[in-house]
């Protein structure tokens, strides 16, 4: 059943399935490497779109889950965390924590587990879509789902 899947999406679905999710990886035809983009395929609000950015924070990285509808506020989630600065992580940064390439970066799948930070907003969906491994694969989960699976903070982000 996975073996359509890129080996990095093949790792989302194991780990997926240890955590008790159900849902299943889609393959899309174009890069959804944007929360516009994906939505757009899916046929979806923006806001409905996990979006998964990778900061460099207190010398480690941050995974933040924020609604494809904002723009994190740095600064602001930095003092709300008690965190020294939060900047972008490089490409080389992302694929070093995560495995993954910026703009298809999943919640899960990671060489070890990152420090996760959930927008709130993202309960107003009753299902959302995160990047499953690559930028042409996507995942549909619950937001329940979402906070089981990174162990994540919910903090307001924008």
């Known amino acids: 059943m996975t073996a359509h899947l890129p080996a990095r999406s093949r790792l989302v679905h194991d780990s997926l399935r240890d955590a008790g999710i159900t849902g299943e990886i889609v393959v899309l035809p174009d890069a959804a490497s944007t929360a516009v983009l994906a939505a757009e395929a899916l046929g979806v609000e923006v806001g409905a779109i996990a979006n998964s950015l990778v900061f460099w ?22 003092e709300r965390l008690g965190r020294g600065k939060i900047q972008r992580a490089t490409p ?7 495995g993954q390439a910026i703009g298809g970066v999943a919640p899960t799948g990671h060489p070890s587990p990152l420090t996760t930070v959930i927008d709130p907003d993202l309960a107003n969906y009753p299902e959302i879509w995160t990047a499953g491994g ?17 162990d994540g903070t919910v903090t307001k982000v924008d």
Request: charged share 25%.
């Open 92 to 98: 080389e940064q992302v694929r070093e924590a995560t």
């Open 134 to 150: 690559t930028p042409h694969t996507v995942v549909p989960m619950t937001y329940d789902e979402l906070i089981r699976l990174t």
């Open 57 to 78: 924070s207190d010398d480690e990285p941050l995974l933040v889950m924020t609604s494809g509808a904002h723009r994190v506020d740095t600064r602001a989630l930095a």
